[in-house]
């Protein structure tokens, strides 16, 4: 009797085992990504994850190339005509998923949904803002549309990327409801499956009308299905990876990049990100109201060794807050270079000989780095205690207005590669970001010309300035851009990363 | 049956008292669910007052309290403030996956340790005895994270028998009935797909069930040991009763109140052990809903998640209850 029982046991454990792991087909991708989506309705939420996913199922008017240029996708082309007024014509024979084509009526419903007060069953968009001061949509015909602004607002093309449209009888047929779990787009990939918090199924689009006619190839999607498998767990995403259980991974931790890149079915790839790091000075208060003290910090800092060996060269360094890549940008602006000597000198100089004691708050994520900060500043007689916090504790309270605290070591990302998008918030009075309390009424006055100036070289200039005004004030110690890194599979083919942290499978393919 | 009805009754008060520790726990840590979701994105004042109104955050902390008991009481758990949907809709979509991974470690983790815990007080002081006292030390001690991931480097990476994460492939999609896979495959008669959801259950499963498995055999020891001195079992061997019948039918019984005990209060457990579990293997459950809705400091969602785990355990803790009274008739509720 034991020996039959025994024998059933070997029988169906050999079964059980034989029975191969899923393995991946050559016509479909499987990505391991960190977040599910929150919800299918391209309105109502304001997750940069939520909308990676979605964009391949939903198209915009717009879209960012590879070298992250606004280029026309739904549109065949826009014409500003005043300061207020922006007219976009529609390409013709656009199909949504069920068939219908797309025209004006779609836009002018897609926007009104997310600037009208409360359109979702009372809820307003979470994405109003991202539309800055668009007051209004008029068709002009059927394939022509005209947004018109409340006032002056430049960046207007560079924020329109970020919304997708939406069919108006879809819309109006399943309700905002259905909206949030289905799917009717203008994309590349239909909605064939969301489990929640598991997996996202999409399926190739075969009436597709190829995506924007400047970003070759264009055509309808190369694979067949595309897998989204969530997987919030760094360890676990890596090791999805590395047994071949999917092609795609995104936010690879640091210290798992020399893994990925020994295995031989696996790589990294990286591109310049859009976030960009810095120490924020409570610049309010001793002693960091000393302009000298900021720039003693600057030369404290041996911000090129740091990057090399904790961030394994993965980041780009920067001498102001905007990233090289960003609209308005200043070249061979000076590098506050790494010189502890100098640095005690400008601390002797402010009065601080004996040196400084101060805190250093950071998220749990950036502990190490801080310590090397903390270890670099201790030569030169400062005291940094590093304190460790919660993102949501610490966040907030760096926001308020009255500055309490010493030294934050945080970032800010930016999309958008504007300034209006990081210099606004985080260098001009009382801005959302402006941790350090930094108020320079000259700063203020270019970002607010800036703001509203319609010519291109005129606008880039007014930022220029502030760059230069910003290098030598210091009111944070700028640090560098850390390039965005993903785990890839070997046998995928035709993909880049992009600096705005989307995955874009609509080239891409398994060779 | 009064009882019953009374015990039933007892539960109100508690989740009222629950309902205000949790809300003024999460409404008074540090952190602005607002904020939180806009990060650091372009936003003008005048969004964020209205984001704040349509989550209810303008109002001050008692007004929100009052309305979230009187929502409650009518069933109405509010929305999430990040999925922008009702809470329960959330948070019951993903039930089922968390019901099914609790119930396979606890079922586990009870016919698993259970024998092997008799065993060692039979055996007491032998080298088996000794090497699972060890062994259950190990896995009362071991931290889940750990754990789950070295099995993730063993069996996924190195062997590649098991895959590492989620729930199903995506080659297989049955009705869904009651949610839990194993069940709907067999439902449905699709035998690859019942294989195929049993291969994800393992790991997380092991991973879960190690600890209450650990402490349910330490348990069962200790009381079996007690039982195996008393009169009534020496009396039993002496009128030549099978040593079977004798450990498992009169021994086994008499141990079993402790252990049940312990098997609800660890059930109860499992749940907050989810988080972490569910985070690991990325299982689609409410645990990693929860740990997320933590962080971002989603209100709603963590009190409602909050009670229905205070209704598992309560009814964990009823269930062990009515078990006393199967294996000991001298108990009564």
Redesign the interface.
Known sequence: MKKSVLMGLVFWSL???S?N??AAGDD?ILIGYT??A??MDPA????RTTETILRNMYDGLVVRNSKMEVVPQLAESWKQIDTLTYDFTLRKGIKFHNGDLLTAEDIKFTFDRIIT?GA?DG??S?R???L?SLKEIKILDSHKVRFILGEPWPVFPA?LPWQEVVSKNFASSVGN?GM?TNVNGTGPFKLV?W?????I?MERFDDYYGGAASIKPVGKAKVK?V?W?????N??RV??L??G?VDIINDVPTHSIKQIEKNANTKIMTVNGTRSYFLALNNTRPPFDNIKVRQAFYHAINIDLIIEKILNGNATRISSILSPDAFGHKTNLPEYEYNPQKAKKLLAEAGYADGISVTLDVTSNLKDLAEAFSANLSDVGIKAMVKVW????I???W?KPVKTRDIFFT??????LDP???MT?TMRTAG??NYSGYSNPEVDALIDKAMVEIDRAKRASYYQEVETILNKQIPVVFLWLPKEVYGVSNRLAGWQPKADNQINLHDAYIK | MENFLKRLLRLIPVLIGISLIVFLMINL????PV??????????Q??EQ??RE?MGLDLPIYQRFGRFLYNAAHGNFG?SF????PVMD?IL??LP?TIELTLCSMLMAIFISIPLGVLAAVKKGTVYDRSSVVTAMIGVSMPGFWFG?IL??LF??NL????????????M?VPSVTGMLLIDTLLAGEI?SF??A??HLILPTITLGMAMGATLMQVTRASMMEVLKQDYILFAEAKGLKWFRVTFLHALKNALIPTITVAAIQTGQLLGGNMIIE???????VG??VV?AI???NYPLVQAAVLIYVLVYVIMNFTADILYTVFNPRVRL
Not at chain 1, 390 to 393: D, G, I, W
Not at chain 2, 82 to 85: A, D, L, M, S
Not at chain 2, 279 to 285: C, K, L, N, R, S
């Open positions: 079964f059980f085992f029975t792991l899923y479909e977040s599910d929150i919800s109502n939420h304001r997750e007060d979702i809820q307003t979470p109003k803002s991202l800055g924020f409801e949030s499956e489990i929640r918090g598991n997996r199924v299905r897998i498998k969530i997987i919030p767990e360890a676990s090791a999805a590395l047994s259980e919660e993102k949501s504790v966040g907030p309270e926001k970032s800010w990302g930016n999309g958008s209006v998008g990081i918030p959302r970001g | 840590t540090p952190g602005d904020q939180i979701m806009l990060g650091d994105q372009f936003v003008t005048e969004m209205t984001l349509d929305r990040f999925h922008r949907r959330v979509e993903r996956a991931i993730i480097i996924s990476i590649q028998w098991l895959p590492v994460s989620g729930r199903s492939t995506f080659s999609s690859d294989f195929d049993a291969k985070t690991i293997f990325g299982w689609p459950g990693s809903l997320q962080f971002n400091r």
